[in-house]
């Protein structure tokens, strides 16, 4: 191996070979062209493809944003953070997906080589509730139907005996709106495993140390380090008619 190879990473050995069930794995990317760009997260871009299926003609790729190349120490731990993030979505999608159909962005599968990790979901024609907020705040009584379909979605994450797990990450960009807008949660990056603690349901105590999250959403208990479990979704959903009028307000003063 020349020393330039040499200083590449491989994706693909950073991902262990149980990490992804057989049948999710898509093996070539030819017939899964790209369409137009749909998303962006912390973690890269999301698009539109095309596939090979009939009964899914369309499918969104969470392309993961990585650095492979000459990588120090804290990019190192960057990169472990992302591929880590990644395993985990895939786990929580494979557990969850099927069970809830109506409440959870439907897994396909994943493309990973040395240089590429893709994850595919389900695609939401009407995309995230935040892109609606930005044009105007929701009216209350959407507010409520969305409110309420996400908590439906979360109580089975919470609760699901396969594998509690509580989301981290609940925001009005996670949550995707289907044809007739309904909500479905997405984005299970942050997600982790719960264990039963009275009915709080807390963290385990492998729980990374340090906020994880988005600032704004997260429960008093997350912001001052306590143990927190399934109540600090609850606390993010319930914000979600609130910001929804502040972050259109702020977009209207971008705007003007
Ligand atoms: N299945 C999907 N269908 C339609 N849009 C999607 C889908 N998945 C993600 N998106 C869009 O891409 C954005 C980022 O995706 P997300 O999974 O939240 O990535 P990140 O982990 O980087 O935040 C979402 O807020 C949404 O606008
Ligand atoms: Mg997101």
Redesign the pocket.
């Given at each position: 191996m020349s020393e330039l190879q040499s200083r590449e990473t491989d994706l693909a050995s950073l991902v262990p070979e149980n990490a992804i069930d057989a049948a999710f794995r898509i093996s070539s990317l030819e017939y899964w062209p790209k369409v137009e760009q749909?998303?962006?997260?912390?973690?890269?871009k999301?698009w539109k493809h095309g596939t090979p299926r009939k009964e899914t003609p369309f499918a969104?790729g969470?392309h993961m944003k990585v650095q492979l190349w000459n990588l120090n120490k804290e990019q190192k731990e960057d990169l472990e953070f992302r591929v880590n993030s990644f395993i985990r979505e895939v786990d929580v999608l494979t557990k969850v997906s099927s069970k809830c159909h109506e409440r959870f962005?439907q897994f396909i599968g994943c493309y990973l080589d040395s240089k590429k990790l893709i994850l595919f979901?389900?695609?939401?024609p009407n995309?995230?509730v935040?892109?609606h907020i930005i044009e105007r705040p929701l009216d209350e009584t959407t507010a409520l139907k969305y409110t309420f379909q996400a908590t439906q979605g979360l109580h089975f994450l919470h609760h699901y005996k396969g594998g509690r797990n509580i989301h981290r990450d609940i925001k009005c960009?996670?949550l995707?709106l289907t044809i007739d807008n309904n909500v479905k949660l997405?984005?299970f990056?942050l997600a982790h495993g719960l264990v039963v603690n009275n009915d709080s349901y807390t963290i385990s105590q492998s729980a990374p140390s340090g906020f994880h999250g988005t600032i704004i959403y997260a429960a008093p208990e997350v912001l001052t380090g306590e143990t927190y479990g399934r109540r600090a979704d609850i606390w993010c959903v319930f914000l979600l008619d609130y910001l929804s009028d502040i972050m259109s307000t702020m977009k209207r003063k971008e705007l003007a």
């Open positions: 749909i998303g962006q997260g912390a973690f890269g999301v969104a969470k962005v979901t389900e695609w939401m995309g995230s935040k892109n960009d996670n995707l997405a984005d990056g």
